[in-house]
């Protein structure tokens, strides 16, 4: 006798969620020599559906008995199906849709799953990552193509007013991974050349600069040289005091103490400047940083910037550089960025997340995050928020999510 004409009783027991209820289940069927061959479990706000797959063997009709008397005196609804053979495997083209919202409505959901089930996948599991500062369901399917998928499920998206991330299942949703971050308008909540030009008075001329950038007159490169230009005469301890009004993102110290705590590796990159960016690495523990540096002389800002300017390209050949120094595929590295300069680095990675992003920048990276919570990143990696807050808990440090 095969495998697939075992003889199986699946045995599904729903009701109030309770201590005991699984033990006294799987101990009414147990002393018969029945076969495990699959057991689930799962509790939403207080209701309990538990499902054992087994093979009885000669004992079907006295583990029926036995399952419906415990099932009847605890006040459980029991279903017992006969049947042969273990569950199905699961198809090839495993993924993970990760879809945020807040609030998630059910008419989002609808169309989420009505898109998998159109596309010709198949949903073998649902959890929910978190419940604020957004809701976030995990949907584990097989069945699909990720790339074809993740197209079609980003015009759900955006439709819909929420947040999906397709990315390939199984161990490719584990092991160690590469994150790197944009830093202005995404690790902290300010652009750091506007700060600088506020304490100079500038800020109409450096304004003036980026609105030339934005109508296409001038490329990144042009453009910061010609900020920078405006900052000449700065004393060098301006630096400092810009530092200390830098703000973070809400959720920024969570998501890098978080991934730490994974053994992940993490990045910084940006279009701004390295005597910024560099403390900022320092004090979260972050691995790499890349930026530009400001000519300094005599203790004044010159003006000018040092060695080569850190635009679009500059940030991909640095992600590059980041994995291959940790001895990493690209498709196991995540970026994260707002703006135009960040597209590079957003494609080549395995998922590039938009954060908070111009339309352009969501409409062409892998996803988006349109909350305000940077460790709301997390929850596309599979991170429950139940195991970040047990986290912090058995290792108290200050958060700043919430």
Same mark, same amino acid.
């Not at 879809?99 to 949903?123: K, M, Y």
């Given at each position: 006798m095969t495998s697939d004409d075992?003889?199986?009783?699946?045995?599904?027991?729903?009701?109030?969620?309770?201590?005991?209820?699984?033990?006294?289940?799987? #101990? &009414?069927?147990?002393?018969?020599? *029945?076969?495990? @061959?699959?057991?689930?479990?799962?509790a939403v !706000? $207080?209701?309990?559906?538990?499902?054992?797959?087994?093979?009885?063997?000669?004992?079907?009709?006295?583990?029926?008995?036995?399952?419906?008397?415990?099932?009847?005196?605890?006040?459980?609804?029991?279903?017992?199906?006969?049947?042969?053979?273990?569950?199905?495997?699961?198809r090839h083209g495993r993924a993970a849709v990760v879809?945020? #919202? &807040?609030?998630?409505?059910?008419? *989002?959901?609808? @169309?989420?799953?009505?898109?998998?089930?159109? !596309? $010709?996948?198949?949903?073998d599991r649902i959890r929910r990552l978190s419940r604020?500062?957004?809701?976030?369901?995990?949907?584990?399917i097989s069945g699909a193509d990720v790339d074809s998928l993740r197209t079609q499920l980003s015009l759900v998206a955006a439709t819909a007013g929420i947040d999906v991330a397709v990315a390939p299942g199984g161990l490719a949703r584990r092991g160690r991974r590469l994150v790197v971050l944009d830093v202005d308008s995404t690790l902290i909540q300010q652009e750091v050349i506007e700060m600088l030009a506020a304490h100079c008075g500038r800020e109409a001329e450096v304004a003036a600069v980026t609105e030339r950038a934005m109508a296409g007159e001038l490329d990144f490169e042009q453009s910061l040289r010609?900020?920078?230009?405006?900052?000449?005469?700065?004393?060098?301890?301006?630096?400092?005091?810009?530092?200390?009004?830098?703000?973070?993102?809400?959720?920024?110290?969570t998501l890098v103490r978080t991934l730490k705590r994974l053994g992940y590796t993490v990045g910084l990159v940006s279009g701004g400047f390295i005597e910024i960016v560099g403390e900022l690495a320092a004090e979260l523990g972050i691995d790499h940083a890349r930026a530009n540096r400001l000519e300094i002389t005599d203790g004044v800002l010159t003006g000018q910037v040092l060695g080569t300017v850190v635009d679009r390209a500059g940030?991909?050949?640095?992600?590059?550089?980041?994995?291959?120094?940790?001895?990493?595929?690209?498709?196991?590295?995540?970026?994260?960025?707002?703006?135009a300069n960040d597209l590079d680095m957003l494609a080549i990675a395995g998922l590039g997340v938009a954060f908070n992003a111009k339309p352009l920048v969501r409409q062409q990276a892998h996803t988006s995050v349109n909350v305000?919570?940077?460790?709301?990143?997390?929850?596309?990696?599979?991170?429950?928020?139940?195991?970040?807050?047990?986290?912090?808990?058995?290792?108290p440090l200050n958060s700043d999510s919430m």
């Open positions: 075992v003889r199986t009783l699946s045995i599904t027991v729903t009701g109030e969620d309770r201590p005991g209820i699984t033990s006294s289940i799987v #101990g &009414a069927v147990s002393g018969t020599g *029945a076969e495990v @061959l699959d057991i689930q479990q799962v !706000h $207080g209701h309990l559906t538990l499902a054992l797959l087994l093979a009885p063997g000669e004992h079907a009709d006295e583990l029926r008995d036995a399952a419906a008397v415990v099932a009847h005196r605890l006040g459980l609804t029991l279903s017992v199906v006969e049947g042969t053979g273990d569950n199905a495997r699961q879809v945020l #919202g &807040a609030p998630l409505r059910a008419d *989002a959901v609808s @169309l989420i799953t009505a898109r998998i089930a159109e !596309h $010709g996948a198949n949903i604020y500062p957004v809701t976030t369901v995990e949907f584990d010609a900020r920078v230009a405006t900052l000449a005469g700065l004393p060098e301890t301006v630096l400092a005091e810009v530092r200390r009004d830098v703000m973070l993102t809400p959720g920024a110290r940030k991909a050949a640095a992600l590059r550089e980041f994995a291959a120094l940790e001895g990493l595929p690209l498709s196991r590295t995540v970026a994260i960025g707002d703006g305000p919570y940077l460790d709301s990143v997390l929850y596309l990696l599979g991170i429950t928020r139940e195991e970040i807050e047990e986290a912090d808990r058995a290792e």
